[in-house]
């Protein structure tokens, strides 16, 4: 059984750019979330997707957006990058079902110069 | 909104010490709690949940009580080792499709 994958692993990229970030979530799993840790900080949510639809979002501007898949893989797009949108972007996915944890990848480092 | 609070680090520690890093939590509801460990250069493994007031969690020698009474949820493990050297995150969930609220983490360093 394979885990929460996540590409690329480092990106480095200029302001004003867009930036897209995979993820492939670990099998049977149906909910994809994306988190945003900055360095030296907990993860904020971003946005959920259930079923191929957006289920909830957190504090994030509209420049994040997201996409979910049939298979349940996702991105996680940013347009007009900011220098403060460097950070490691997380990705979990869950199984269906009451009181699991999600399970994480081990995240992209973005860098934005 | 829901919050969680843990203590400030970095915790230093020897060898064989006990530990304990305590969280707090504020919540509209009746959450999930959660310790999640971030190890050097990798993302998040879920180390122990509890899902109702007086739950136990436990796993690798690490525990937590669910305590409604004092929101609290509170990390112990009796004797640490030079590999639970991480950052400790504790976090809640009110719903388990709901986002997962995160403390700013606990680093932990375990000297020989």
């Known amino acids: 059984e394979t885990g929460v994958t996540q590409s690329p692993t480092h990106l480095i990229k200029t302001r004003g750019q867009q930036v897209t970030l995979r993820c492939s979530s670990q099998?049977?799993?149906?909910?994809v979330s994306w988190y945003q840790q900055a360095l030296g900080q907990g993860p904020q949510f971003i946005f959920q997707y259930y079923r191929e639809e957006e289920n909830g979002r957190g504090n994030f501007p509209p420049r994040f957006s997201g996409l979910q898949f049939p298979n349940y893989s996702s991105e996680l797009n940013v347009n007009a990058l900011e220098l403060d949108d460097s950070a490691l972007y997380l990705c979990?996915?869950?199984?269906?079902?009451?009181?699991?944890?999600?399970?994480f990848g081990s995240g992209t480092r973005l860098t934005v110069v | 909104g829901d919050s969680v609070t843990q203590m400030e680090g970095p915790v230093t520690l020897s060898e064989e010490a006990f530990l304990t890093i305590n969280c707090t939590y504020t919540a509209t509801g009746y959450p999930s709690l959660f310790w999640y460990v971030q190890y050097p250069g990798e993302g998040l493994q879920l180390l122990l949940k509890a899902t109702k007031a007086d739950d136990k969690g436990s796993n690798k020698g690490f525990e937590a009580t669910y305590r409604k009474e004092t929101t609290s949820f509170h990390l112990e493990k009796g004797s640490v080792q030079v590999s639970d050297s991480a950052v400790y995150f504790c976090?809640?969930?009110?719903?388990?499709?709901?986002?997962?609220?995160f403390g700013k983490g606990t680093r932990l360093h375990i000297l020989p």
């Open positions: 099998s049977g799993h149906n909910t």
């Open positions: 979990a996915s869950s199984l269906p079902g009451i009181g699991y944890g999600y399970t």
């Open positions: 976090a809640l969930s009110e719903d388990r499709d709901d986002k997962i609220i």
